[in-house]
């Protein structure tokens, strides 16, 4: 009998031995899972389902609008009125260079600062009457931003995202994050959304155009 009491015993501390490994464990495969979740989704900024790249088209964001501050930088000089619109595209353009490094959310909020910068200048330039070649180029820069942005509205990135935030809040995951350190991901849709524009509006630039001057960042 005592023998018989002594095995129950070890059987219970095993099983409690069991347990108490299970609930340790559970919080690593969790954190392991999301990560593995998370990096897949992230990966999509990159490279979405179809091929696009946010990363590419931010890129292209601000290649875009320093070509219109080359643009501009043609007329500052006549038009001093233009250089408070200047300065903040410039300013806004260095800021989301330098976001590169830093969150998506940071990223996000920089390339749509960036771009409300641009379409106050490309007003500004439209009525100080500009040569029939620069106003060619001031319509086509500002709709190639307008077009790099409603991709980056439309990429597979952001639903992939939301998909995956969406699974930190459900339960056991919403209990147990609390033990990792896997943060969500920020939607390049939010908090701000761009005009549409079909991309047959935008044309093919002349980069040598641009190469004549340049600006200081």
Known sequence: MKKQKNVKKQNLIGAAIMIVLILLAMPLGVAHSL???RE???WQFYEDRTGFSICDSLDNRREAAH???TVANRYTDDHPNLMPYFNELEYQFNASENAYSESHQIEAEAN?????????LADALGIVGLSEKDEQYRVQLIAQMRSEQDKIQ???YNAAAREFNNRLYVFPVNVLKNFTDVEGLFPFDEPHASDVVEDTLVQELAPEYFAEETVTE
Do not use: K, P, T
């Open 67 to 69: 070509n219109l501050l």
């Open 112 to 120: 749509y600062q960036m771009g409300e910068a641009a379409e106050e």
């Open 154 to 156: 439309r990429s597979g």
């Open 35 to 37: 990560e593995d979740l």
């Open 40 to 42: 897949d989704a992230e």
